[in-house]
């Protein structure tokens, strides 16, 4: 802020109505407005039986932050994902706490970023892009009543990691 106007803050009298008030304006947002994913929980908000369409984008939206977390090496991934139409709007970007604290606002939940390999279940379109599973991952253990730590789910190959390429499974 220049000198020039601390000065005309200074003397209120002097303040133009520019300084009183601030305007927000966001782009009107038509449509119905649906919540696919919580920042603090890397799952579908929506139930398939409720919301089968917008359940199916909530799946991809999940595997882009597997994409997202498998690209930037479990550092950070985006979240939060809302809208309405084919509109996202208002993402949230989760970070792992090694890059510090005070990164990208409150909604950067520490626990929505530490929660992800233990919670993110791998779909159809994870399947397809061959993202490894997590080693471990809490709800399938939870929904098979396992207790102990074992992977419920085997990797599906032993290749490099690349994400590049077709696969043949289009399941
Ligand atoms: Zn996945």
Excluded at 43 to 63: D, G, S, T, V, W
Excluded at 101 to 111: H, P, T, V
Excluded at 139 to 168: D, F, I, M, Q
Aim: charge should be negative; proline fraction near 5%; include cysteine.
């Amino acid at each position: 802020m220049t000198k020039a106007v601390l000065e005309r803050l200074k003397n209120k009298d002097s303040i133009s109505p520019s300084f009183k008030f601030t305007y927000m304006l966001e782009e009107a947002i038509p449509g119905e407005f649906v919540k696919y994913i919580h920042n603090g929980d890397p799952r579908p908000i929506l139930e398939p039986e409720e919301a089968p369409k917008e359940y199916e984008l909530a799946q991809f939206l999940c595997f882009t932050q597997h994409l997202q977390y498998y690209i930037w090496e479990g550092v950070v991934f985006l979240s939060d994902y809302q809208g309405a139409g084919d509109l996202l709007t208002d993402p949230q970007i989760l970070t792992n706490s090694a890059l510090g604290e005070d990164l990208f606002s409150l909604g950067n939940l520490k626990e929505g970023f530490e929660c992800f390999e233990k919670r993110h279940i791998c779909n159809r379109y994870c399947d397809w892009y061959e993202l490894e599973p997590f080693d471990i991952n809490e709800l399938e253990e939870e929904e098979e009543g396992g207790s102990g730590g074992e992977s419920v789910r085997a990797p599906t190959s032993e290749k490099s990691g690349t994400v590049e390429g077709g696969h043949e499974n289009d399941s």
